[in-house]
């Protein structure tokens, strides 16, 4: 049984910054990718950014340049820092892991999503 926390969602103005944190916890033995989606109103669920276990890492064009993800496997944790937002940005942001080994088999888990709103 895995457990996602997410942390660090807010109210931020245009051109601001926040940083998103995520840590996994409960029978992890290792998870191959750790990412970030987000979900505004009226849209489908995106991905965001993604980082595997060894670093490769994958963005969104929309935040290519303004966003960086990172990881610390030690802890099983992976953060988002996100520069110069935009209003399109808003929306609640979920961290997944992808293909996490319990001990018995590999699953997929999902946070509880946090708020992101970019408005001045």
Excluded: H
């Amino acid at each position: 049984q895995v457990q996602l926390v997410e942390s660090g969602g807010g109210l931020v103005q245009p051109g601001g910054s926040l940083r998103l944190s995520c840590a996994a916890s409960g029978s992890i033995f290792s998870i191959y990718a750790m990412g970030w989606y987000r979900q505004a109103p009226g849209k489908q669920r995106e991905l965001v950014a993604i980082i595997t276990r060894d670093g490769s890492t994958k963005y969104a064009d929309s935040v290519k340049g303004r966003f960086t993800i990172s990881r610390d496997n030690a802890k099983n944790t992976v953060a988002l820092q996100m520069n110069s937002l935009k209003p399109e940005d808003t929306a609640v942001y979920y961290c997944k892991t992808e293909r996490t080994f319990d001990g018995s088999g590999w699953y997929d888990y999902w946070g509880q999503g946090t708020q992101v709103t970019v408005s001045s």
